[in-house]
């Protein structure tokens, strides 16, 4: 029982002379990785999204996020209506845009 408070005292005391800044060091290294793992390619999609609802006009053939495809047959400003069918429309946001079908 003794051997091993030894051994703890002595565990302890060879980490005290390590570098001071390790731990810091450590945790803006962690930070860089879940910057380039998670947050920046977020940002670079979102970046991506924006530009693709900024750049619809009328005619496109788009993929809303519910799946459902149609033609842009009139844009006002946030709103976009989508012809579905032959005299089908709907009304749908900017931002429920996934993606601009290929025709």
Same mark, same amino acid.
């Given at each position: 029982?003794?051997?091993? /408070?030894?051994?703890?005292?002595?565990?302890?005391?060879?980490?005290?002379?390590?570098?001071?800044? &390790? *731990?810091?060091?450590?945790?803006? %290294? %962690?930070?860089?990785?879940?910057?380039?793992?998670?947050?920046?390619?977020? &940002?670079?999609?979102?970046? %991506?999204?924006?530009?693709? =609802?900024?750049?619809?006009?009328?005619? $496109?053939?788009? =993929?809303?996020? *519910?799946? %459902?495809? *149609?033609?842009?047959?009139?844009?006002? $400003? $946030?709103?976009?209506?989508?012809? =579905?069918?032959?005299?089908?429309?709907?009304?749908?946001?900017?931002?429920?845009? /996934?993606?601009?079908?290929? $025709?």
């Amino acid at each position: 029982m003794v051997s091993e /408070a030894y051994a703890f005292a002595g565990a302890a005391g060879g980490q005290q002379g390590s570098n001071p800044y &390790q *731990g810091i060091i450590m945790l803006v %290294m %962690m930070f860089a990785i879940f910057y380039f793992l998670l947050i920046r390619p977020q &940002q670079k999609k979102a970046r %991506m999204h924006k530009e693709l =609802i900024e750049s619809l006009k009328t005619g $496109d053939t788009v =993929i809303t996020v *519910g799946g %459902m495809f *149609g033609k842009v047959s009139a844009i006002q $400003d $946030d709103v976009l209506t989508l012809e =579905i069918a032959t005299g089908v429309k709907i009304r749908i946001t900017r931002s429920s845009v /996934a993606s601009v079908a290929k $025709d």
